[in-house]
């Protein structure tokens, strides 16, 4: 029986394993026989089913270019133009030195997907490379999701939206929560709950992150604004180079400023700081349930909690926990 403490090894375990250094592929030999196919389930799991020994991994091969194609499951969508062309120049000079992880799209494996090494296929096009060094895994759809979003974790900075993609694709593709996924990856619950928020953002907001105009302390604080309010707010930090906490602070006021219609909630002053007990608990619930959760304390202590949320899919976990169920 094979140790027990290493199920317990993270995503990303193992990734290196995978993407091996250039002389240690020279002793690899691919194992005779057909590769085992690996079920759909826990990602830990079938990582852990495809640990990579020199017995186990397919030995370096060199692929014609045009037989590759980005992997559907990228979760990188945008790529800096200068590291593609400074990693071009790189190739031309010393050739590709790391193999490219791809899998076969076909049983007649006439064409490859990319499951990590995107941008250095795409260097390599450009370096005008007819072949390329690859590794070829038998990937099913949840560990090819599972090693492109590490990989990319790992390897490179994904902006704040690209892996919030790639989360809410493991979650609605393969029915993860969001504390099973942070504990195969690696991350804290709340980190987790917290990035998936930032997919509400308006489009606007959404672009000045990718251009790197606005910080996640920024997007994590106008998240509770109104979308027109939102991009404002947002217009106000690149203009007037707003702080985190000077945002933090608009705010608050903008959100005592609000007007509510029907059912008038509880509210505090203008000259009133909401109890930082109270913004603790909002912490702790958000958290908790990964949606955005409000508490109105009035200064008689009775208020209300709301709970946002976009679709019924994201309400149905909280609905689970309160063990009930819409019929």
């Not at 993860?176 to 504990?183: G, I, N, P, R, V």
Request: hydrophobic content about 35%; aromatic content about 4%.
């Amino acid at each position: 029986m094979k140790n027990n403490k290493k199920q317990n090894k993270k995503l990303g375990t193992g990734l290196s394993q995978l993407l091996v250094k250039d002389e240690e592929l020279a002793s690899i030999i691919k194992r005779p026989g057909r590769p085992k196919k690996i079920k759909a389930g826990d990602i830990k799991k079938n990582l852990k089913k495809i640990k990579v020994t020199p017995r186990d991994i397919s030995a370096q091969i060199s692929l014609p270019i045009h037989r590759i194609v980005p992997g559907k499951f990228q979760p990188r969508k945008n790529f800096n133009v200068q590291e593609i062309e400074d990693m071009a120049a790189s190739i031309k000079e010393h050739g590709l030195l790391n193999p490219i992880l791809v899998r076969p799209l076909n049983r007649q494996q006439t064409s490859y997907e990319i499951v990590a090494g995107e941008r250095r296929w795409r260097g390599a096009q450009i370096a005008k490379l007819h072949e390329v060094p690859v590794i070829v895994r038998n990937f099913d759809d949840e560990t090819a999701l599972g090693v492109a979003l590490v990989e990319n974790l790992q390897r490179s900075d994904l902006n704040m939206l690209e892996e919030a993609e790639g989360y809410r694709m493991l979650m609605e593709k393969f029915l993860y929560t969001q504390e099973k996924l942070a504990s195969h990856l690696g991350k804290s619950r709340s980190h987790v709950a917290n990035i998936l928020r930032l997919m509400n953002l308006p489009k606007e907001i959404k672009n000045l992150v990718v251009l790197g105009e606005i910080s996640y302390g920024h997007a994590r604080a106008i998240l509770a604004l109104k979308d027109e309010d939102a991009i404002d707010v947002a217009n106000d930090i690149t203009t007037k180079g707003l702080s985190v906490r000077a945002t933090e602070n608009l705010v608050k006021k903008i959100k005592k400023s609000e007007t509510n219609t029907g059912y008038q909630v509880p509210r505090l002053t203008n000259d009133d700081e909401k109890d930082p007990n109270i913004l603790d608990l909002e912490e702790e619930l958000t958290n908790t349930l990964g949606l955005k959760v409000t508490l109105k304390n009035s200064t008689k202590n009775n208020g209300c909690l709301q709970i946002h949320y976009n679709n019924l899919d994201q309400l149905e976990p909280v609905l689970d926990r309160l063990r009930w169920k819409p019929k």
